[in-house]
């Protein structure tokens, strides 16, 4: 009796455990990913302003992959969505060099036309406004953008549109990344955060016998 009850409290605390926020997709050997580092509430629900930070890492990014004669070999522009109504956005900080473009609501176009676009209310994008292609892909090097997003109602990272805009030495554009989230936490997570609790259950019943 007691193996069952401990069995059927263990599957309700993983029902109830919350699991990493990060949602990740590898593209062009490089990895880019939205996760949250705040919240207005502890369960992470609900209306209200949440720090969302999106990621690039290009320590095995390969900028010749799946090109035939320009290459991306810098980042020019990266934008995201949150499945959620946005009211107000600004970027907080950023590691990535350079100066960029903040409070702009908008996307980026898919046809070949460089920097972000206006008219999109429920997306946010930013470019790098000045100076030389200071953000290299060859230089093995893994950024963050940090932004202050209020919401109407519920975001999420998973199952969301996210892009990432490449120019050419010549400062063309070379190439777009335009993918989708995982739409549920990578299995890995799950399965960590199982033997986890499996592993603490399994101590605390060890204690209960003695």
């Known amino acids: 009796m007691k193996k069952k009850v401990f069995g059927i409290v263990v599957v309700a605390l993983l029902a109830m455990a919350p699991v990493a926020s990060a949602a990740s997709i590898t593209w062009h050997g490089g990895v880019f990913g939205l996760d949250f580092v705040s919240c207005p509430t502890a369960e992470c629900t609900g209306a209200g302003t949440y720090t969302v930070q999106y990621t690039a890492d290009f320590r095995n990014f390969n900028a010749y992959l799946g090109n ?18 946005i009211t107000a956005a600004s970027l907080l900080n950023t590691s990535a060099p350079g100066i960029w473009q903040t409070d702009r609501l908008g996307w980026m176009d898919a046809s070949g036309s460089i920097g972000c ?32 997003v209020t919401v109407g109602s519920t975001p999420t990272v998973y199952g969301q549109p996210i892009r990432a805009e490449f120019l050419n030495a010549n400062g063309e554009h070379s190439g777009l990344l335009s993918e989708t989230t995982p739409s549920v936490p990578e299995p890995a997570s ?15 019943r060890r204690r209960a016998k003695k």
């Not at 035939?68 to 109504?85: H, M, Q, R």
Request: hydrophobic residues 45%; aromatic residues 16%; charged residues 10%.
């Open 68 to 85: 035939a004669s320009t290459y991306d070999l810098y980042l020019y522009a990266i934008a995201f969505k949150v499945g959620a109504p």
């Open 117 to 148: 676009d206006a008219g999109e209310a429920s997306s946010i994008c930013e470019h790098l406004l000045v100076g030389p292609l200071s953000v290299s892909t060859t230089d093995g090097a893994s950024y963050y953008w940090n932004f202050s």
């Open 190 to 204: 799950v399965l960590l955060l199982g033997t986890g609790l499996l592993g603490f259950g399994f101590l605390a």
